[in-house]
Every structure is written in C-alpha cells, then in structure tokens.
Antibody
Framework: EVQLVESGGGLVKPGGSLRLSCAAS????????MNWVRQAPGKGLEWVSS????????YYADSVKGRFTISRDNAKNSLYLQMNSLRAEDTAMYYC???????????????WGQGTTVTVSS | SSELTQDPGVSVALGQTVRITCQGD??????ASWYQQKPGKPGQAPLL??????NRPSGIPDRFSGSSSGNTASLTITGAQAEDEADYYC???????????FGGGTKLTVL
C-alpha cells in the first residue's frame, strides 16, 4: 500500500524550532518529487515547499523562505521539514504529499499523508 | 501573478450538475489539478480528483471532469451526490513554473 506518515508535530513557543518527518512506503520514494503543504485551522491549503527526487531542486513559499528547510533521505525513504523561528501564523496541519509524475511533468499531488499538527503559542 | 481565485461557496441540488471554477494567469500555461477535502474530520487529507487536461485517478467516479479555457479551469460534477459535499481546491504551477499554488477553496453544498 502506498503510504505517507507524518510525525514530529507539537506545541512550540514563538521563535522555537521543530522538525517534521514523513515516512514513505509502498513506492520507490527516490523517484518522486515531494512536497509539504499546510492548512491553518479553518483555512485553505497552502503549499510550503518542494524538493526534487534527487534533492537538486528545492523551492519555498515566500512565507517560509529563510526559516524552513526541506530535505530528504532516499536511503531511509523519508522527507523532512526543519522549521525555525516559528511564528503564530505557522500554526497548521502539515501534510507531506507526493508529486504525480506523468512522463517528466508534475501534474498534481496524488498521495497525501494524514498530517501532523503544529501549534505555535506561548 | 501567482494567485488562483475560486468562489468561496457553491450549492447544487442533488442529482444536478455543478461547475466550480478557478481563475489565474498561470492557468494559461499550466493545467490545474483539483482536490476534494471533506471537513469535520481532523486531519482529513485532500484527495486528488482531477489532474492534467482531464484525467481522473483510479477510483474517482466519472461524474467528475475537468476543463480549461484561457485563464479559467473548471471542475464539473455531473449528477452531484450527497457524498460530494466537500471543499474543493484547485492547484497549479505559479508563473515561474517552479512553485505550486492553491486556490482559496470552494465549499460545495449539496441540497
């Protein structure tokens, strides 16, 4: 079964740090670009960051650039998001999601984890 | 522009057809994908329902279809069912082609 399982969420004070993990199984993780997407309480989806299959290409939303770092370990079938200088507005459910690859084009995100909750509050 | 605009809410009578739209400059160049997310359950992950020109992942009913014209992408549900009541999000590349962007979401109510 193709599966993504996030972990590492929790309660952190403003200015603090947290590292999220996403464990992949059931597919060849090293062949896929991966993403982090978040959803604040009662709000819509917001793309956070993407990383290519071999970590060559990395992109961030302006809202997290300079504070968050995406990485992956293909040997461990794992995706990570290091979050520093956290703010109240970073409070959200964080999902990892797999790019849907058709030939060489990414056409969406076809596999999603159940998410991990990050709460930034004093 | 890197924005995708959706109507906040749409309603449809049971069994009727509804179209949910998404507007953005990047849609002139890139296809939209569409996601269904059912509220009320914590951590209910989005479900991809349409991608590319008009493709459905395995398991998605054929009452869901996609189309595009100019800067507008549309998701059509033909014969809406009660279980289709959900939030729907469009998603596409931004103008650089490197980053993803989501629309604000449309809440679909089935009457």
């Amino acid at each position: 079964e193709v599966q993504l399982v996030e972990s590492g969420g929790g309660l952190v004070k403003p200015g603090g740090s947290l590292r999220l993990s996403c464990a992949a199984s059931g597919f060849t993780f090293s062949s896929y670009n991966m993403n982090w997407v978040r959803q604040a309480p009662g709000k819509g989806l917001e793309w956070v960051s993407s990383i290519s299959s071999g970590s060559t290409y990395i992109y961030y939303a302006d809202s997290v650039k300079g504070r968050f770092t995406i990485s992956r370990d293909n040997a461990k079938n794992s995706l990570y998001l290091q979050m520093n200088s956290l703010r109240a507005e970073d409070t959200a459910m964080y999902y990892c999601a797999r790019d849907l690859m058709v030939i060489t084009s990414s056409l969406g995100m076809d596999v999603w984890g159940q998410g991990t909750t990050v709460t930034v509050s004093s | 522009s890197s924005e995708l605009t959706q109507d906040p809410g749409v309603s449809v009578a049971l069994g009727q057809t509804v179209r949910i739209t998404c507007q953005g400059d990047s849609l002139r160049r890139y296809h939209a994908s569409w996601y269904q997310q059912k509220p009320g359950k914590p951590g209910q992950a989005p479900l991809l329902v349409i991608y590319g020109k008009n493709n459905r992942p395995s398991g998605i009913p054929d009452r869901f279809s996609g189309s595009s014209s100019g800067n507008t992408a549309s998701l059509t549900i033909t014969g809406a069912q009660a279980e289709d009541e959900a939030d729907y999000y469009c998603n596409s590349r931004d103008s650089t082609g490197n980053r993803w962007v989501f629309g604000g979401g449309t809440k679909l109510t089935v009457l």
